[in-house]
Protein backbone atom coordinates (compact mmCIF):
# COMPACT_ATOMS: atom_id res chain seq x y z
CA UNK A 1 0.00 0.00 0.00
CA UNK A 2 1.29 3.62 -1.09
CA UNK A 3 1.87 5.45 2.02
CA UNK A 4 1.62 9.46 2.06
CA UNK A 5 2.86 10.09 5.25
CA UNK A 6 6.50 12.00 3.63
CA UNK A 7 3.84 14.50 1.96
CA UNK A 8 2.56 15.38 4.99
CA UNK A 9 5.89 17.09 6.53
CA UNK A 10 5.76 20.71 7.33
CA UNK A 11 8.95 21.18 4.89
CA UNK A 12 6.93 19.67 2.14
CA UNK A 13 4.44 21.91 2.78
CA UNK A 14 7.20 24.95 2.80
CA UNK A 15 8.15 23.54 -0.66
CA UNK A 16 4.06 23.61 -1.73
CA UNK A 17 4.01 27.29 -1.15
CA UNK A 18 7.87 27.86 -2.20
CA UNK A 19 6.87 26.22 -5.47
CA UNK A 20 3.97 28.62 -5.83
CA UNK A 21 6.32 31.90 -5.08
CA UNK A 22 8.73 30.69 -7.96
CA UNK A 23 5.82 30.02 -10.68
CA UNK A 24 3.69 33.05 -10.06
CA UNK A 25 5.95 35.88 -11.03
CA UNK A 26 7.42 33.76 -14.12
CA UNK A 27 3.55 32.98 -15.08
CA UNK A 28 3.03 36.81 -14.68
CA UNK A 29 5.23 37.73 -17.69
CA UNK A 30 3.85 35.48 -19.84
CA UNK A 31 0.14 35.27 -21.40
CA UNK A 32 -1.31 38.03 -18.64
CA UNK A 33 1.54 40.48 -20.01
CA UNK A 34 0.96 39.43 -23.67
CA UNK A 35 -2.97 39.81 -23.54
CA UNK A 36 -2.24 43.45 -21.55
CA UNK A 37 0.26 44.70 -24.68
CA UNK A 38 -2.18 43.35 -26.93
CA UNK A 39 -5.39 45.10 -25.48
CA UNK A 40 -2.69 48.03 -25.73
CA UNK A 41 -2.51 48.16 -29.79
CA UNK A 42 1.11 47.25 -28.96
CA UNK A 43 2.65 45.49 -32.34
CA UNK A 44 3.29 42.18 -32.65
CA UNK A 45 6.92 42.38 -33.44
CA UNK A 46 7.15 44.34 -30.09
CA UNK A 47 5.66 41.72 -28.44
CA UNK A 48 7.75 39.04 -29.59
CA UNK A 49 10.60 40.66 -28.72
CA UNK A 50 9.22 40.47 -25.00
CA UNK A 51 10.26 37.20 -24.71
CA UNK A 52 14.08 38.40 -24.14
CA UNK A 53 12.82 38.29 -20.53
CA UNK A 54 13.50 34.87 -20.32
CA UNK A 55 17.24 35.75 -20.23
CA UNK A 56 17.70 35.63 -16.76
CA UNK A 57 16.29 32.18 -16.27
CA UNK A 58 19.35 30.83 -18.70
CA UNK A 59 22.24 32.99 -17.41
CA UNK A 60 21.35 32.59 -13.56
CA UNK A 61 24.33 30.71 -13.15
CA UNK A 62 26.54 33.79 -13.78
CA UNK A 63 25.18 35.47 -10.16
CA UNK A 64 24.29 32.46 -8.24
CA UNK A 65 27.76 32.40 -6.33
CA UNK A 66 26.89 35.45 -4.88
CA UNK A 67 23.85 34.09 -3.22
CA UNK A 68 26.15 31.36 -2.15
CA UNK A 69 28.32 33.32 -0.74
CA UNK A 70 27.28 36.00 1.52
CA UNK A 71 24.93 36.28 3.61
CA UNK A 72 22.12 38.91 4.24
CA UNK A 73 22.32 40.71 7.88
CA UNK A 74 18.40 40.76 9.01
CA UNK A 75 17.26 39.86 12.43
CA UNK A 76 15.02 37.39 13.95
CA UNK A 77 14.76 33.92 12.84
CA UNK A 78 16.53 35.12 9.76
CA UNK A 79 19.47 36.20 11.23
CA UNK A 80 22.43 34.24 9.76
CA UNK A 81 20.07 32.68 7.39
CA UNK A 82 21.72 31.82 3.87
CA UNK A 83 19.15 30.54 2.12
CA UNK A 84 15.84 32.12 3.97
CA UNK A 85 16.79 35.67 4.11
CA UNK A 86 17.30 35.95 0.61
CA UNK A 87 14.41 34.02 0.77
CA UNK A 88 12.67 37.11 2.37
CA UNK A 89 14.59 40.01 0.14
CA UNK A 90 13.70 38.53 -3.02
CA UNK A 91 9.72 38.07 -2.39
CA UNK A 92 9.78 41.99 -0.94
CA UNK A 93 11.04 43.10 -4.32
CA UNK A 94 9.00 40.91 -6.47
CA UNK A 95 5.96 42.27 -4.64
CA UNK A 96 7.08 45.93 -5.50
CA UNK A 97 8.16 45.15 -8.58
CA UNK A 98 5.01 43.26 -9.98
CA UNK A 99 2.91 46.04 -8.40
CA UNK A 100 5.13 49.21 -10.37
CA UNK A 101 4.60 46.94 -13.55
CA UNK A 102 1.34 46.44 -13.19
CA UNK A 103 1.38 50.64 -12.85
CA UNK A 104 3.35 50.64 -15.96
CA UNK A 105 2.22 52.45 -18.95
CA UNK A 106 2.22 49.93 -21.80
CA UNK A 107 2.97 52.64 -24.42
CA UNK A 108 6.07 53.17 -22.82
CA UNK A 109 7.47 50.23 -24.08
CA UNK A 110 10.99 50.68 -22.92
CA UNK A 111 10.53 51.11 -19.98
CA UNK A 112 8.09 48.74 -19.70
CA UNK A 113 10.67 46.29 -20.97
CA UNK A 114 13.12 47.03 -17.88
CA UNK A 115 10.54 46.63 -15.71
CA UNK A 116 10.24 43.17 -17.21
CA UNK A 117 13.75 42.19 -17.39
CA UNK A 118 13.78 43.48 -13.39
CA UNK A 119 10.52 41.54 -12.74
CA UNK A 120 12.31 38.37 -14.66
CA UNK A 121 16.25 39.18 -12.98
CA UNK A 122 14.45 38.62 -9.11
CA UNK A 123 12.24 36.10 -10.02
CA UNK A 124 15.45 33.73 -11.72
CA UNK A 125 17.45 34.68 -8.53
CA UNK A 126 14.17 33.68 -6.09
CA UNK A 127 14.61 30.38 -8.51
CA UNK A 128 18.12 29.90 -7.70
CA UNK A 129 17.64 30.20 -3.51
CA UNK A 130 14.64 27.86 -3.67
CA UNK A 131 17.01 25.33 -5.88
CA UNK A 132 19.19 25.26 -3.14
CA UNK A 133 16.73 25.57 -0.33
CA UNK A 134 15.38 22.38 -1.36
CA UNK A 135 18.50 20.82 -2.00
CA UNK A 136 19.86 21.45 1.50
CA UNK A 137 16.66 21.29 3.83
CA UNK A 138 15.81 17.38 2.01
CA UNK A 139 17.41 14.04 2.92
CA UNK A 140 18.01 12.41 -0.30
CA UNK A 141 15.30 9.72 0.26
CA UNK A 142 12.77 12.67 0.72
CA UNK A 143 14.45 14.77 -2.51
CA UNK A 144 11.73 12.71 -5.08
CA UNK A 145 8.88 13.94 -2.80
CA UNK A 146 9.78 17.05 -2.18
CA UNK A 147 10.12 18.00 -5.88
CA UNK A 148 6.22 16.84 -6.13
CA UNK A 149 5.57 18.98 -3.55
CA UNK A 150 7.30 22.18 -5.62
CA UNK A 151 6.17 21.14 -8.66
CA UNK A 152 2.51 21.05 -7.36
CA UNK A 153 2.57 24.51 -6.07
CA UNK A 154 4.21 25.55 -9.34
CA UNK A 155 1.43 24.48 -11.02
CA UNK A 156 -1.23 25.84 -8.91
CA UNK A 157 0.36 29.27 -9.52
CA UNK A 158 0.62 28.83 -13.26
CA UNK A 159 -3.14 28.16 -13.55
CA UNK A 160 -3.59 31.02 -10.68
CA UNK A 161 -1.79 33.55 -12.62
CA UNK A 162 -2.57 32.48 -15.74
CA UNK A 163 -6.29 31.80 -16.18
CA UNK A 164 -7.35 33.79 -13.04
CA UNK A 165 -5.34 36.74 -14.16
CA UNK A 166 -7.22 36.51 -17.55
CA UNK A 167 -10.51 35.94 -16.54
CA UNK A 168 -9.96 38.38 -13.41
CA UNK A 169 -9.07 41.16 -16.33
CA UNK A 170 -12.41 40.63 -17.95
CA UNK A 171 -14.14 42.81 -15.25
CA UNK A 172 -10.87 44.64 -13.57
CA UNK A 173 -8.32 47.11 -14.61
CA UNK A 174 -4.94 45.34 -15.23
CA UNK A 175 -3.40 47.69 -12.50
CA UNK A 176 -5.81 46.08 -9.79
CA UNK A 177 -4.71 42.33 -11.32
CA UNK A 178 -1.26 42.82 -10.85
CA UNK A 179 -2.02 44.16 -7.86
CA UNK A 180 -3.90 41.32 -6.32
CA UNK A 181 -1.34 38.64 -7.39
CA UNK A 182 1.72 40.61 -6.08
CA UNK A 183 -0.46 40.57 -3.20
CA UNK A 184 -0.65 36.63 -2.92
CA UNK A 185 3.48 36.53 -2.33
CA UNK A 186 2.73 38.34 0.59
CA UNK A 187 2.08 35.54 2.76
CA UNK A 188 4.12 33.73 1.69
CA UNK A 189 6.91 35.56 3.21
CA UNK A 190 5.33 34.19 6.59
CA UNK A 191 6.40 30.57 5.72
CA UNK A 192 9.59 32.27 4.37
CA UNK A 193 10.42 33.37 8.35
CA UNK A 194 8.89 30.11 9.85
CA UNK A 195 10.75 27.38 7.31
CA UNK A 196 12.65 25.04 8.82
CA UNK A 197 16.36 25.94 8.63
CA UNK A 198 18.66 23.70 6.29
CA UNK A 199 21.93 22.37 8.23
CA UNK A 200 24.85 25.10 8.34
CA UNK A 201 27.35 23.45 5.73
CA UNK A 202 29.00 26.53 5.89
CA UNK A 203 29.63 29.29 3.06
CA UNK A 204 32.64 30.01 1.03
CA UNK A 205 35.16 32.32 2.78
CA UNK A 206 35.92 34.00 -0.27
CA UNK A 207 33.92 35.15 -4.01
CA UNK A 208 36.87 33.56 -5.51
CA UNK A 209 35.88 30.90 -3.72
CA UNK A 210 32.28 30.43 -3.83
CA UNK A 211 32.77 30.48 -8.35
CA UNK A 212 35.84 28.07 -8.52
CA UNK A 213 35.21 25.79 -5.68
CA UNK A 214 31.43 24.34 -6.96
CA UNK A 215 33.19 23.33 -10.28
CA UNK A 216 36.23 21.85 -8.25
CA UNK A 217 33.83 19.83 -5.88
CA UNK A 218 31.83 18.71 -9.02
CA UNK A 219 34.95 17.10 -10.54
CA UNK A 220 36.42 15.87 -7.74
CA UNK A 221 33.35 13.49 -7.03
CA UNK A 222 35.04 11.44 -10.20
CA UNK A 223 38.25 9.62 -8.70
CA UNK A 224 40.64 8.90 -11.26
CA UNK A 225 41.58 4.94 -10.07
CA UNK A 226 38.66 2.33 -10.02
CA UNK A 227 37.71 -0.55 -11.71
CA UNK A 228 36.95 1.18 -15.29
CA UNK A 229 39.54 3.53 -15.28
CA UNK A 230 38.69 4.83 -18.44
CA UNK A 231 35.46 5.88 -17.40
CA UNK A 232 36.50 8.06 -13.67
CA UNK A 233 36.62 11.37 -14.63
CA UNK A 234 35.23 11.05 -18.05
CA UNK A 235 32.33 9.90 -15.93
CA UNK A 236 31.30 13.64 -15.50
CA UNK A 237 31.17 14.72 -18.86
CA UNK A 238 28.74 11.75 -19.28
CA UNK A 239 26.51 12.97 -16.51
CA UNK A 240 26.60 16.30 -17.94
CA UNK A 241 25.65 14.75 -21.04
CA UNK A 242 22.95 12.34 -19.26
CA UNK A 243 21.27 15.71 -17.68
CA UNK A 244 21.05 17.34 -21.05
CA UNK A 245 19.75 13.85 -22.90
CA UNK A 246 17.64 12.53 -20.38
CA UNK A 247 14.03 14.00 -21.34
CA UNK A 248 14.69 14.25 -24.75
CA UNK A 249 11.87 12.27 -26.24
CA UNK A 250 9.41 14.18 -24.23
CA UNK A 251 11.18 17.71 -25.28
CA UNK A 252 11.07 16.73 -28.95
CA UNK A 253 7.38 15.20 -29.02
CA UNK A 254 6.19 17.99 -26.85
CA UNK A 255 7.07 21.17 -29.39
CA UNK A 256 4.51 19.86 -32.09
CA UNK A 257 1.81 17.68 -30.16
CA UNK A 258 -0.55 20.42 -29.91
CA UNK A 259 -0.43 21.58 -33.83
CA UNK A 260 -0.42 18.02 -34.58
CA UNK A 261 -4.01 17.14 -33.05
CA UNK A 262 -5.41 20.38 -34.57
CA UNK A 263 -4.01 18.92 -38.42
CA UNK A 264 -5.84 16.07 -37.49
CA UNK A 265 -8.88 17.18 -36.84
CA UNK A 266 -9.38 17.87 -32.93
CA UNK A 267 -10.52 21.35 -31.94
CA UNK A 268 -9.57 23.99 -29.96
CA UNK A 269 -12.25 23.53 -27.45
CA UNK A 270 -10.57 20.12 -27.33
CA UNK A 271 -7.38 21.47 -26.75
CA UNK A 272 -8.53 23.44 -23.56
CA UNK A 273 -10.07 20.83 -21.86
CA UNK A 274 -6.45 18.64 -22.39
CA UNK A 275 -5.08 21.44 -20.43
CA UNK A 276 -6.76 20.38 -17.33
CA UNK A 277 -6.04 16.68 -17.89
CA UNK A 278 -2.32 17.74 -18.44
CA UNK A 279 -2.27 19.44 -15.32
CA UNK A 280 -3.98 16.72 -12.99
CA UNK A 281 -1.66 13.83 -15.10
CA UNK A 282 1.80 15.45 -14.33
CA UNK A 283 0.62 16.67 -10.68
CA UNK A 284 -0.02 12.75 -10.54
CA UNK A 285 3.05 11.55 -12.03
CA UNK A 286 5.02 13.64 -9.71
CA UNK A 287 3.38 12.99 -6.48
CA UNK A 288 4.03 8.91 -7.87
CA UNK A 289 7.34 9.51 -8.81
CA UNK A 290 8.41 10.75 -5.56
CA UNK A 291 6.93 7.94 -3.84
CA UNK A 292 9.04 5.82 -6.68
CA UNK A 293 12.07 7.34 -5.36
CA UNK A 294 11.83 6.98 -1.61
CA UNK A 295 11.25 3.34 -1.88
CA UNK A 296 13.66 2.27 -4.62
CA UNK A 297 16.30 5.10 -4.84
CA UNK A 298 17.14 7.49 -7.40
CA UNK A 299 18.85 5.47 -10.12
CA UNK A 300 16.33 2.79 -10.10
CA UNK A 301 13.63 5.49 -10.50
CA UNK A 302 15.57 7.45 -13.49
CA UNK A 303 15.82 3.85 -15.50
CA UNK A 304 12.40 2.99 -14.87
CA UNK A 305 11.02 6.44 -15.47
CA UNK A 306 13.04 7.05 -18.19
CA UNK A 307 12.14 4.16 -20.32
CA UNK A 308 8.38 4.61 -19.36
CA UNK A 309 8.90 8.22 -20.56
CA UNK A 310 10.17 7.23 -24.23
CA UNK A 311 7.41 4.05 -24.68
CA UNK A 312 4.68 6.49 -23.55
CA UNK A 313 4.85 8.55 -27.06
CA UNK A 314 3.65 5.23 -28.59
CA UNK A 315 0.48 6.56 -27.39
CA UNK A 316 -0.03 9.46 -29.55
CA UNK A 317 1.40 7.36 -32.37
CA UNK A 318 -2.00 5.13 -31.80
CA UNK A 319 -4.07 8.56 -31.78
CA UNK A 320 -2.06 9.37 -35.58
CA UNK A 321 -3.64 6.22 -36.82
CA UNK A 322 -6.64 6.34 -35.55
CA UNK A 323 -7.85 9.84 -35.97
CA UNK A 324 -10.05 12.10 -33.81
CA UNK A 325 -10.92 9.41 -31.14
CA UNK A 326 -11.52 10.73 -28.08
CA UNK A 327 -10.86 8.08 -25.98
CA UNK A 328 -7.42 7.61 -27.57
CA UNK A 329 -6.29 11.24 -27.28
CA UNK A 330 -7.06 11.56 -23.61
CA UNK A 331 -5.74 8.23 -22.85
CA UNK A 332 -2.82 9.36 -24.76
CA UNK A 333 -2.56 12.99 -22.90
CA UNK A 334 -2.83 10.98 -19.20
CA UNK A 335 -0.46 8.51 -20.13
CA UNK A 336 2.44 11.08 -21.75
CA UNK A 337 1.96 13.66 -18.86
CA UNK A 338 1.74 10.59 -15.27
CA UNK A 339 5.17 9.46 -17.49
CA UNK A 340 6.90 12.48 -17.84
CA UNK A 341 5.82 13.90 -14.19
CA UNK A 342 7.12 11.26 -12.75
CA UNK A 343 10.22 10.98 -14.39
CA UNK A 344 10.97 14.94 -13.73
CA UNK A 345 10.66 14.03 -9.99
CA UNK A 346 12.99 11.11 -10.22
CA UNK A 347 16.03 13.68 -12.58
CA UNK A 348 15.07 16.82 -10.15
CA UNK A 349 16.24 14.56 -7.44
CA UNK A 350 19.24 13.23 -9.01
CA UNK A 351 20.05 16.96 -9.93
CA UNK A 352 20.16 17.61 -6.19
CA UNK A 353 21.69 14.50 -5.07
CA UNK A 354 24.87 15.97 -7.17
CA UNK A 355 25.06 18.82 -5.34
CA UNK A 356 27.56 20.04 -2.64
CA UNK A 357 25.48 21.44 0.08
CA UNK A 358 28.22 24.30 0.52
CA UNK A 359 27.81 25.44 -3.19
CA UNK A 360 23.86 24.23 -4.01
CA UNK A 361 22.66 27.95 -5.16
CA UNK A 362 25.66 28.00 -7.69
CA UNK A 363 26.14 23.85 -8.50
CA UNK A 364 22.30 23.55 -8.93
CA UNK A 365 21.71 27.05 -11.09
CA UNK A 366 24.42 25.29 -13.67
CA UNK A 367 23.24 22.04 -13.74
CA UNK A 368 19.61 23.23 -14.30
CA UNK A 369 20.92 25.61 -17.00
CA UNK A 370 22.15 22.33 -19.10
CA UNK A 371 18.47 20.12 -18.31
CA UNK A 372 16.83 22.27 -20.90
CA UNK A 373 19.59 22.65 -23.65
CA UNK A 374 19.03 19.32 -25.34
CA UNK A 375 15.33 20.06 -25.96
CA UNK A 376 16.29 23.37 -26.81
CA UNK A 377 18.52 22.71 -29.66
CA UNK A 378 17.32 19.35 -30.49
CA UNK A 379 13.46 19.78 -30.23
CA UNK A 380 13.76 22.46 -32.80
CA UNK A 381 14.17 19.58 -35.26
CA UNK A 382 10.91 18.45 -34.56
CA UNK A 383 8.78 20.24 -37.53
CA UNK A 384 11.37 18.53 -39.41
CA UNK A 385 10.60 15.34 -38.26
CA UNK A 386 6.66 15.41 -38.33
CA UNK A 387 7.48 15.41 -42.37
CA UNK A 388 8.13 12.19 -42.17
CA UNK A 389 4.66 11.54 -40.86
CA UNK A 390 3.20 11.69 -37.48
CA UNK A 391 3.00 7.90 -36.67
CA UNK A 392 6.83 7.80 -37.96
CA UNK A 393 7.89 11.02 -36.01
CA UNK A 394 6.25 9.51 -32.63
CA UNK A 395 7.93 6.49 -32.91
CA UNK A 396 11.18 7.95 -33.60
CA UNK A 397 10.54 10.37 -30.24
CA UNK A 398 10.18 7.55 -28.41
CA UNK A 399 13.88 5.75 -29.59
CA UNK A 400 14.79 9.51 -28.42
CA UNK A 401 14.88 7.76 -24.50
CA UNK A 402 17.07 5.40 -25.58
CA UNK A 403 20.79 7.40 -25.40
CA UNK A 404 19.58 8.86 -21.77
CA UNK A 405 18.71 5.81 -20.75
CA UNK A 406 22.66 3.95 -22.10
CA UNK A 407 24.45 6.63 -20.78
CA UNK A 408 22.45 6.12 -17.36
CA UNK A 409 23.39 2.11 -17.28
CA UNK A 410 27.07 3.28 -18.68
CA UNK A 411 27.21 5.72 -15.28
CA UNK A 412 25.79 3.19 -13.11
CA UNK A 413 28.31 0.57 -13.95
CA UNK A 414 31.49 3.53 -13.97
CA UNK A 415 30.53 4.12 -10.31
CA UNK A 416 32.69 3.58 -7.37
CA UNK A 417 30.64 2.25 -4.15
CA UNK A 418 33.75 2.64 -2.37
CA UNK A 419 34.04 5.85 -2.13
CA UNK A 420 32.76 8.14 0.50
CA UNK A 421 30.92 9.92 -1.74
CA UNK A 422 29.03 8.34 -4.90
CA UNK A 423 28.28 9.48 -8.30
CA UNK A 424 24.76 8.79 -7.39
CA UNK A 425 22.99 8.17 -4.10
CA UNK A 426 20.52 5.52 -3.45
Known amino acids: MISLGVYGQWQMVVLLLLGFSSGLPLVMLGQPLQALLTESGVGIITIGLFALSGL ?12 DRFIPPLPGRLRQSRRRGWLAILQILLVIALITLGRQDPHQTEVLFALVLGVAFLSASQDIVVDAYRTDILAEEDMG ?12 AVLVGGSTALWLATFLPWVMVYQLLAALLLPLLVITYFAPEPPDQGS ?7 VVKPFQAFWQRYPVQGSLPWLNRPTALLTLLFIVLYQLADRLASPV ?15 SLRIWLIFAATI ?45 MFSATV ?40 GTLLGSLSGFLATLGWPLFYAL ?30
Not at 260 to 267: E, H, M, P, T, V
Not at 307 to 324: R, T
Request: net charge positive; with cysteine.
Open 397 to 426: TALATLPGVGLLLVILAAKQPTQKTPDMPH
Open 145 to 156: AGVAAYVLGYRI
Open 257 to 271: TSAFLLKIGFSKTDL
Open 335 to 374: IDNFCAGAATAAFLGFLMSLCDKQFSATQYALLSSLFPLG
Open 56 to 67: PYSLKFLWSPLL
Open 284 to 328: AGVGFGGWVVKKLGIPKALLIFGILMGASNLSYMVVALLGVHYPA
Open 204 to 210: PKSLIEA
